[in-house]
C-alpha cells in the first residue's frame, strides 16, 4: 500500500511533446475507477467525468440520466445544483453531453477554487444523485393535462428529440452509424427517438444508473497544472473512499462484421413548402464501417483516404459526383466519423431522382476503382498531407476548450480497455503513415481497396421526403396521452391536475438559503483580473491600412481582407452571401473551379468569405485616432470578409495566389454556379430546425434598425426566401442551354449580377488584419507588399437610402409575427429597447440577464413548460435586448412567461450574496480563453465596432457594483415596455393557433407564409 498515492497507484508517467505536457495514468485500487491527467502549465483547468453508457434500445435512457443527475444529489440536495453554479460559477466552460456509447460530464475553470468547487458538485451528482421522479418526469417524459382538458406528452429530453426529429439531415445523420451498426447498440438512439422515450420507466432508468454509473466504469480525464495528487487526494476524500469494488460492466461488443453489402430505404421530413418536383427527389449515402478508433494508425489512414476522396470541394470524388449530374447537392456530414467504436465513412448526395440508388452507388465505385487504377495525383497526396498536418498543428477551441479535443481522443481507446496514450497523440503516428507513404507509391490506393473497395462491410441508404413524417410522429403521441387519457377517471383527473399544480408550486419555488449555501461561490475580491488587451500595431502598405496581432499560433499566420459593402443597394445586398460561396467555389478564365479548390486546399489550411454587418460604438468620437487610421473611417461599416490560414513555410506563395486568384475569378462556369446556388440554399434549409431561434430573433429585431434589417437580409427568414426563388429561376439551366440562350438564361444573368457586385466591392478599397508569430507577420507583411499594388483604403461610406421593409407602420405600436414552419417545436422571441451603450445601467442589465437565464424563465419555460432552452440575448451596441426560447412546445404561451419573468424580478428580495454570485457568474464570460487565433480576431471586431479595451474594462467595473436597486429599476423600465415590442414566434400551425393566449398584448398578429 504503501505506493499508492491516495488509493491511486501509477500505471504510466511519460512526456506528451505535442502539448508541452506529461501524461500521468492512474488507477484507484480499490474501485477501479482510472485517471488520466494531461499535465501542462495552463492556468485553465479542466475535468470530465466519462462513463460508458450502453442503451440496448432507444428509449434515451443514457441521455434522461445526462439531465437528471444534475437535479439534486447526496451533498447537493437543491432541485438545480447545475444552474447554480452556471449562475455563480465563473466556469470557461460547464456542460454534459450524451454520445453514442459514452456519457461525458465536462467542466473547466482558470480559478483553482472555483474548479474544485465543480468538481465537487460534478462528482457528487453522478456518483450520488437523488434521481426523483419529479426530475424523471420533468426531464423524460410526462402525461400532462392543460386547463382545457387535453392530455398530452411533455418532457424535455423528449421535446429536444422532436426536434431532432424535424431535421431531414439529422435524421439521415442517425441512419448513417444505423445503417452499418446492425445488431449492436450503435443501431439505436442513444439520444432516444420520440415513439421510443415514452416507453422507459422510472425503474428502469434507476437500474441503468445502478450499472454504469459506479466507479469502475468511470474514466476522469484530467487536463491543466493543478498537481495530479492533489486533484486524486480530493477525488478520493470527497467520493471514492465510500466505494466497495464492483464488477465492471463489460466493453461495448465489437460490431460483427457484415457477409454482403446491405440497403435501407427511410422516409424523414421534408424541409418547408416542397414542390411536386423536390418531392420526387431523394437523398442517398453510402456508409462504410472501417477499423476500431482505437488503432490510431488506421485512424490517420481513413483520414488520408478522407482528405483525398473528399476533403476539399475539388477533391476526386466531389468533383466526379457533382460533375456527372446525378444528384444537386453534396450531402453536408460526408466524410471520416469517430464516435463509434469504429471509425466509419459517409459519402451521400441529395437531390438524387427517385429510384437512382444504385446508379449512385455504381458511380462511386466505379470511381473508385479508377482512380485505384491510374493512380492519385502526388499533388492531391500533398494537398492531404498538408490538410492533416494542419489540423494537428492549429489550436483550436471549436465547442469548448481544447482539453475536450483531447478527452474525445483519449476516449476513443479507453472507452474499449486501450490505454488513453496510445490514441492522444497524433502526430507521431502521422509522421509514421507518412514514412510508410513515402516509401510506397500506391499506399493510399491500396488503402482505398481494402477499405472501401473489397469492403463488404457497406451499406446504401435512400433517404426520402416525407410530408407527413412530423404529423405522423405528432398523431403517435396524441394517440398515446388519448389512451392514457381514456383509462382515467375524472376523479383520476383531478387529482392529475392537483398534483401538476403541486410539482409546479415546487418547481417556481426558491432553494433555501442554507441549500443554496452548500454550495461555494467566490466573492468578488476573488475574481481574477481581466486578460490584458492583446497587442495591435498598425501599419500601411502602400495606402492600406494594416492591423497586426503578434500571437503564439503555432507557427500559422492568419489573415483577414476586409472590403466594405455599405455601398450596394438592397437588391444586390441579398446577393452577398451567395457572392461569399462563389468566392471560394468558382475559377478563373484560366483554372477551372476544381483546380482552384485543389491549389487553395494545398497551400492553406482554409480559406472562407463571409459578410457581415457591424454597428458602430456611439461613443466614437470619444476614441482616440491614429496617423494611419480614423476610426469613423472603417468602424461600424458592411464588410465582406476574406479569411485565410497558412502554415508559415507556405506563406508566401499562397498569399501570392490568393491576391492574383482574386484579380482573376470568373462567374462565367454557370453549371458550377448552378451548384453553387443549390449549395447555398441547401445549408439555409437546414436553419429551420437547427437554429430557428437565430432566425426568429434577426426577423424580431429587423424592424428596429436598418443595421439589424440588412442582417436580417443577409442571415435570417428573407434570404432563405431570396435563394428558394433564385434556385427557382435557376435550376432548369444548364451550361448546354446557357449557351444557346446567348446569355439570356436566367445563370448568365446571375453571372453577371455577381460578376458586376465582385468588381464594385473590389474596387472599395480594404482594411487587412493580420495574427501569427513575430516570423509569420514579417512573412505576411512581405507577401503582401508584393502583391497589393491594385488596392487602396476603403472609401468612405456612400449615404445610400435604404428602406427598411420591416419597420413598424406608423400605426403599429407592437407586433407579434407568427411564422409557420414544419416543425416539432417551436421558437419564440421578443425584443426589448435596453440601455445606453457604456452606461451603469446598462452594465446592470448584463446581471439582470444572468438572473432571468438562469432564474425565473429557466423555471418557468423549460422546467415547466418543457422547452429545451430559454435565455436572453444582450445586443449591447444594437441598445436591444431579447428573450429567446428554444426548442419550444409551447412558444406562444413563452411570450407571457419573458413578461412574467421581469415582474418577478420587481418583486424578488435580493440578498446581497445573492448579487454577488450573479456578478461572479456573469464575469465568467470575461476570462473566457480564447486561442491565439481568436484573440488576434476578437481586437479586429472591436476595432470595426470602435470599442477600445478602456471601455470594456470599464464597463466591467460598473458591472461589479451592481445593486439589487439596479436590477429593479431595469426590470421596471423592461417592463414599461410591454405594450411596445417586436416579437417573433417560428413554430408549427398547430402551436401557432394558440395565439389568443397572448391577445392582450398583441391584439393583431401578422400570420406570414409558411417557411
Known sequence: MSNLIHGFEIISKNPLPEFNAVGVYARHKKTGLELYHVLNDDDENL???????????????????????????????????????????????????????????????VVEADYFNLMSVYGDAVFFPNLDEWAFKQEGHRFELDENGKMSVQGVVLNEMRANYSDFDGVMYDWAASSICQGSIYAKDSGGSPLEIPDLTYEEYKAFHKKYYHPVNCRIFLMGNIPTEKQMKFLEDKFLCKFEAAEKPPFVPPIEPYAEPRFF?????????????????????????????SDTEKLMQAYLIGEVLIGHSGAYLNKVLLESGIGEDLYPYNGIGKSLRNITLTIGMKGIEKGKHEDFKKLVF?????????????????????????????????????????????????????????????????????????????????????????????????????????????????????????GLTDEDRRAMLKEQE?????????????????????????????????????????????????????????????????????????????????????????????????????????????????????????????????????????????????????????????????NEISFDDTKRLNDLVTQRKNDFESLLALDGNSLALLRANAPLSEKNARREMLSGLTQLNFLRNLY??????????????????????????????????????????????????????????????????????????????????????????????SLQVGFAVSVFKSAQFGSKEQASESILCKWLSSGPMWEKIRSIGGAYGAFTVPMSLEELLAFVSYRDPNPINSLLEFLNSIDQTLSEDFSEETIEKLITGRYSREIVPLTPAAKGAAAFRDLLSGISYSEKKEMVEKMLETTADDLRSCAK???????????????????????EAVKEFYPSPILSEKV
Open 502 to 662: 403541486k410539482m409546479n408550486e415546487f418547481k417556481q419555488k426558491s432553494d433555501s438559503p442554507e441549500m443554496l449555501a452548500l454550495i461555494p461561490h467566490l466573492s468578488k475580491k476573488d475574481l481574477p483580473p481581466l486578460p490584458p488587451p492583446s497587442p495591435e500595431e498598425l501599419t500601411l502598405i502602400g495606402k492600406v491600412p494594416l492591423v497586426m496581432h503578434e500571437q503564439p499560433t503555432n507557427g500559422i499566420g492568419y489573415f483577414q481582407l476586409a472590403f466594405p459593402v455599405d455601398t450596394l443597394n438592397e437588391e444586390d445586398y441579398k446577393y452577398l452571401p451567395l457572392l461569399s460561396s462563389c468566392i471560394t467555389g468558382m475559377g478563373t478564365d484560366s483554372l477551372s473551379w476544381s483546380e482552384v479548390s485543389s491549389t487553395l486546399a494545398n497551400l492553406m489550411g482554409g480559406f472562407s468569405a463571409s459578410a457581415a454587418v457591424f454597428t458602430a460604438n456611439k461613443n466614437l468620437s470619444l476614441l482616440k485616432n491614429t496617423d494611419k487610421l480614423r476610426l469613423s473611417d472603417v468602424a461600424g461599416r458592411d464588410w465582406l470578409f476574406l479569411s485565410g490560414k497558412i502554415l508559415g513555410e507556405l506563406i508566401p506563395e499562397a498569399v501570392s495566389f490568393v491576391l492574383h486568384f482574386l
Open 973 to 995: 423600465k423592461l417592463s414599461a415596455q410591454r405594450d411596445s415590442l417586436s416579437s417573433v414566434v417560428l413554430a408549427s400551425d398547430t402551436a401557432l393557433s394558440q395565439k
Open 265 to 293: 430505404s427511410v422516409p424523414a421530413p421534408a424541409g418547408g413548402p416542397a414542390s411536386a418536383e423536390e418531392m420526387t427527389k431523394d437523398s442517398v449515402m453510402l456508409n462504410w464501417l472501417l477499423p476500431e478508433t
Open 366 to 486: 466505379e470511381a473508385l476503382e479508377d482512380l485505384v487504377k491510374k493512380g492519385i495525383d502526388p499533388k492531391e497526396i500533398e494537398t492531404a498531407v498538408h490538410s492533416i498536418d494542419f489540423s494537428n498543428r492549429e489550436i483550436r477551441r471549436n465547442y469548448g476548450p481544447f482539453g475536450i479535443n483531447l478527452m474525445e481522443r483519449a476516449m476513443a481507446g479507453w472507452a474499449y480497455g486501450v490505454s488513453p496514450e496510445k490514441t492522444l497523440q497524433y502526430t507521431p503516428v502521422f509522421e509514421k503513415v507518412k514514412k510508410d507513404l513515402a516509401s510506397d507509391k500506391r499506399y493510399i490506393e491500396k488503402l482505398i481497396e481494402k477499405y472501401l473497395i473489397k469492403n463488404k462491410h457497406h451499406a446504401l441508404v435512400r433517404v426520402y421526403p416525407d410530408a407527413d413524417f412530423c404529423k405522423r410522429l405528432d398523431e403517435s403521441l396524441e394517440k398515446r396521452a388519448e389512451n392514457f387519457n381514456a
Open 728 to 821: 427557382a429561376k435557376v435550376k432548369g439551366d444548364n451550361s448546354e442551354n446557357a449557351v444557346s440562350k446567348k446569355g439570356n438564361s436566367e445563370l448568365n444573368k446571375l453571372s453577371k449580377k455577381l460578376s458586376s457586385i465582385y468588381k464594385s466591392i473590389m474596387s472599395s478599397g480594404l482594411i487587412i488584419e493580420l495574427t501569427g508569430t513575430k516570423e509569420n507577420l514579417a512573412s505576411l507583411k512581405t507577401a503582401l507588399e508584393k502583391n497589393l499594388k491594385d488596392f487602396k483604403a476603403p472609401d468612405e461610406a456612400d449615404k445610400i437610402v435604404f428602406e427598411n421593409p420591416f419597420k413598424f407602420k406608423r400605426t403599429e405600436k407592437t407586433r407579434l409575427e407568427l411564422i409557420p414552419a
Open 47 to 109: 475535468f470530465s467525468y466519462n462513463f460508458m453508457t450502453s442503451s440496448p434500445n432507444s428509449t434515451g435512457v443514457a441521455h434522461i440520466i445526462e439531465h437528471t443527475v444534475l437535479c439534486g444529489s447526496k451533498n447537493y440536495p437543491l432541485k438545480d445544483p447545475f444552474m447554480v453554479l452556471a449562475k455563480q460559477s465563473v466556469n470557461t466552460f460547464l456542460n454534459a453531453m450524451t454520445y453514442p456509447d459514452k456519457t461525458v460530464y465536462p467542466a473547466s475553470s
